[in-house]
């Protein structure tokens, strides 16, 4: 399912500067839990957050960018210590190249993991285009490598981890 070699993999993954993400099916596994109030919750996976504490911690920038308007990700993303959050982002990749202007980096310097058809523009435009197994069939083709672990799974670790032990 991978395009390129791990080899090739790694040499793009070596020149990355902000892993960007979505959420509903990557950080989550796409489900919505309702209370009986009506608020929304999402289960957010532990090895996932702490792939991301290791990315950040070794100088790699972290950005979510969710057409979601979720409280529950803000909280998500204040626990982890991630400072660039979007929410309710109808066009990503409009928001991802505002958010590259402000950090002085290109396009290809960014990895972006997402699953859905809202994702597809951003995937077609970076360094590093990634997705989660269970992602539509157009993102598992046009990503250079696809997680073995479904989204909210621990897809997001394998990547972090991709980042930091190969």
């Known amino acids: 399912m991978n395009h390129i070699s791990p080899l090739e993999l790694q040499q793009r993954l070596a020149q990355i500067k902000l892993l960007?993400?979505?959420v509903d099916g990557v950080l989550t596994d796409g489900g919505l839990y309702y209370t009986e109030t009506?608020?929304?919750l999402k289960k957010f996976n532990v090895k996932d957050g702490m792939g991301l504490k290791l990315i950040m911690q070794a100088g790699?920038?972290?950005?979510?960018?969710?057409n979601s308007t979720s409280p529950t990700v803000l909280h998500r993303a204040?626990?982890?210590?991630?400072?660039?959050?979007?929410?309710?982002?109808e066009d990503k990749l409009s928001v991802l190249e505002n958010l590259c202007q402000q950090l002085h980096i290109n396009l290809e310097q960014v990895a972006y993991i997402g699953d859905d058809i809202n994702d597809l523009p951003v995937l077609k435009a970076v360094g590093c285009p990634l997705t989660v197994a269970d992602a539509i069939p157009e993102n598992l083709s046009v990503a250079i490598y696809v997680t073995k672990k479904l989204?909210?799974?621990g897809a997001v670790r394998e990547v972090c981890d991709r980042f930091i032990f190969y």
């Open 60 to 66: 790699i920038q972290v950005a979510i960018i969710t």
């Open 151 to 153: 989204g909210g799974c």
């Open 38 to 40: 009506g608020e929304e």
């Open 78 to 89: 204040k626990k982890l210590g991630i400072s660039h959050v979007f929410l309710g982002a």
């Open 20 to 22: 960007a993400l979505d």
